[in-house]
C-alpha cells in the first residue's frame, strides 16, 4: 500500500503525501511514536485515524415523483410542496463540511402537453 500520509518529525503535522482518489478507502490508521532527546530515550506512541471523505453516492429522492394540483389564485409565495433527497455520503467532519453529503436543489420546469 502506498503511504498517502507524511509526518514532520520537527512539528508533528501529518501532511498528504499523495492522491487519494486512487482507493476506495474511507479510513487510514497509522502509529505514530514520539521520542524525547534524553539518553536513554524516552518515547510514548499513539494512533492517528484519517478517515477519508469520499463522494461515493448520488443523492437520492425519495419519493422519486412528486406532483400537486394548486389553484391559479394561489398567493405568490405560498410553499405548494417539499422535496426530499438524501445522500449516504459520510456527513461529518470535524476539518471540513462535507459537499459530498449536503444536497442543494434546482428547479427546472419544462411544459407538458396537456392530454
Ligand atoms: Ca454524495
Known amino acids: 500500500m502506498p503511504s498517502y500520509f507524511t509526518l514532520n518529525s520537527n512539528n508533528g503535522r501529518i501532511n498528504v503525501r499523495a492522491s487519494l482518489t486512487a482507493e476506495i478507502r474511507d479510513s487510514y490508521q497509522g502509529r505514530i511514536v514520539a521520542y524525547d532527546g534524553g539518553s536513554p530515550p524516552r518515547s510514548a506512541t499513539a494512533i492517528a485515524t484519517i478517515n477519508i471523505l469520499r463522494n461515493l453516492n448520488s443523492p ?10 394548486i389553484l391559479e389564485t394561489m398567493q405568490v409565495g405560498t410553499s405548494i ?13 470535524t476539518v471540513h463540511s462535507n459537499e459530498n453529503h449536503n444536497v442543494i436543489y434546482f428547479l427546472n420546469f419544462f411544459l407538458m402537453k396537456r392530454l
Not at 437520492?60 to 394540483?69: A, D, L, R
Request: aromatic fraction near 8%; glycine fraction near 0%.
Open 60 to 69: 437520492v429522492f425519495s419519493p422519486s415523483n412528486y406532483e400537486e394540483t
Open 81 to 93: 410542496l417539499r422535496v426530499t433527497a438524501s445522500d449516504a455520503d459520510r456527513s461529518v467532519s
